[in-house]
């Protein structure tokens, strides 16, 4: 076969790739079909499903040559992976942190994968990098920090983790040799994802100081200040500060303003987790409680959680613009060309990734379809339904834990006789195997606790007076 021959040959079984218009559309309307069929659903279908298969029946549709049918596929999706364990989409889901799903980021998605628009590079993606830039602008406007912040948009919130302390790490001249003399201060409630980054970012062996704890789990601003003035005095380079605005265990909001003061005086860098709660402050009473979170210098917030969306969307913020810029910049030769063009700064530049998803579409569609007032709405819904669950649950005879501060609530059953963890720990199980509602728990200085953590927008009053249904019953029958 001469090349030319050889090349019509193999276009034609390449040109596959390209399902024609009836392909699509008869593709389109099945898959439309089985997600409509969920969505119209969803209120039925449980927050969590113990199943034995999990997932296992995957494994005997191999890839192979040959190609397989939708129909097959999706039988398969339905069976071994929609209705497998957690159902993040269920307004049932009041464990961990909450995720959501909401559609117009879905046919965003689809948008974006479509135009496969480019939005690492300003050059190549003009339009889908202003996107994220305006993105970026707004959510630093929202935070309290200035419109000439540098931002991104993570696939989520540990890879910001991750952003932020590499930056305080670079701004601050962390050399390797420094490594085992520099000192970060955090709580023991810190999300582990920072945890993880401090490692990564080949921090391992610096200092890690555990603060200690008011009794809403809290960090004490004195001690603090202390910690820092004696290693200080030792010789050491204390350089950076770790805070949560809205932990995931409890929902504890760290003291964000005494701690923002102390960083500033002490010429330490001030990175804010508000991965869970930094969208409070779209409400009145979550301003409040987020007073100061505009003095950190990194600050990480996820719209995956906080506005809702689909898994695939965390933010970093960095005050400075200069220092994201400085800890993630790179001009590769075969780059050259797209130098010239500094009107917007491009994500490749602010970030470790070069090609990207165009993400910002799935968070600036649904912001503008829907407006803000519905996302603010929900948030406050969110905060009211945890106020009236902590107040309904006591009247159950329950042991609850202090006044939520967000939408994370913890509460336990002190019974009679018997051992309490175990009681809980069994009663998480039953709430669990029940399957209308999902509900996780934690240990908290050696004691079970049960967690209300209250972030899916799909969940409603009548959400929450089913787990207190689940709950008295269970308790009635236990106890
Ligand atoms: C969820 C969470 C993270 C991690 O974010 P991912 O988006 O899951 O990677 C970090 N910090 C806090 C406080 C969180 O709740």
Redo the contacts with the bound molecule.
């Keep these: 076969m001469d090349l030319r021959t050889n090349l019509l040959e193999l276009e034609k079984i390449s040109r596959l790739l390209e399902p024609s218009g009836q392909e699509r559309s008869e593709t389109r309307k099945d898959v439309i079909a089985y997600a409509e069929n969920f969505l119209k659903n969803i209120e039925k279908i449980p927050a969590y499903d113990l199943n034995e298969n999990k997932g296992k029946g995957l494994l005997d549709i191999p890839i192979q040559e040959q190609p397989v049918h939708l129909e097959k596929l999706l039988r398969a999706l339905h069976e071994h992976v929609d209705t497998q364990g957690l159902n993040p989409a269920s307004g049932g889901h009041l464990g961990y942190?909450p995720g959501g799903g909401i559609y117009y980021s879905a046919l965003a998605d689809y948008l974006a994968d479509v135009f496969n628009r480019y939005a690492g590079i300003f050059y190549a993606g003009p339009g889908a990098v202003r996107m994220e830039n305006m993105l970026i602008r707004w959510m630093a406007g929202v935070m309290g920090y200035p419109s000439d912040a540098a931002g991104n948009l993570t696939t989520?919130?540990?890879?910001a983790?991750l952003m932020g302390v590499v930056t305080a790490r670079d701004a601050k001249q962390i050399r390797s040799a420094d490594v085992k003399d520099s000192v970060i201060y955090l709580s023991k409630q810190v999300?582990h994802?920072i945890d993880k980054a401090i490692r990564i970012a080949g921090l391992g062996e610096a200092v890690v100081r555990h603060l200690p704890l008011d009794k809403k789990f809290r960090i004490i601003p004195s001690e603090l200040r202390k910690l820092i003035h004696e290693d200080k005095v030792s010789g050491k380079k204390p350089f950076l500060v770790v805070a949560?605005a809205?932990?995931?265990d409890v929902g504890a909001v760290d003291p964000l303003e005494a701690i923002g003061t102390i960083c500033r005086e002490e010429d330490l860098w001030y990175h804010i987790?508000a991965?869970?709660g930094g969208f409070f402050i779209l409400t009145e009473d979550g301003k409040q409680k987020l007073k100061g979170i505009e003095l950190s210098d990194s600050l990480?917030i996820?719209p995956?959680?906080g506005l809702f969306l689909p898994y695939g969307l965390?933010t970093i913020l960095v005050k400075e613009k200069k220092h994201l810029n400085a800890s993630h910049h790179y001009l590769a030769n075969y780059m050259q060309d797209t130098a010239g063009s500094q009107e917007e700064l491009s994500p490749a530049d602010l970030s470790p990734e070069l090609t990207k998803h165009f993400r910002g579409l799935r968070l600036w569609m649904p912001l503008l379809l829907h407006g803000l007032k519905p996302f603010r709405a929900c948030l406050e819904e969110k905060l009211l339904l945890t106020k009236y669950f902590h107040e309904e649950v006591k009247k159950l005879g329950f042991e609850t834990g202090t006044e939520p501060e967000l939408s994370v609530a913890t509460y336990r059953f002190v019974p009679q006789k018997g051992d309490v963890n175990e009681f809980n720990r069994n009663l998480q199980a039953a709430v669990v195997k029940d399957g209308r509602v999902f509900v996780s728990s934690t240990t908290l200085d050696g004691v079970v606790w049960l967690r209300m953590a209250c972030l899916a927008f799909r969940t409603h009053v009548s959400t929450i007076d089913t787990l207190l249904e689940i709950l008295a019953k269970e308790t009635g029958k236990r106890a």
């Design positions: 942190i989520g919130g540990s890879i983790n999300h994802s949560s809205g932990t995931t987790d991965a869970y990480v996820d995956h959680k965390g």
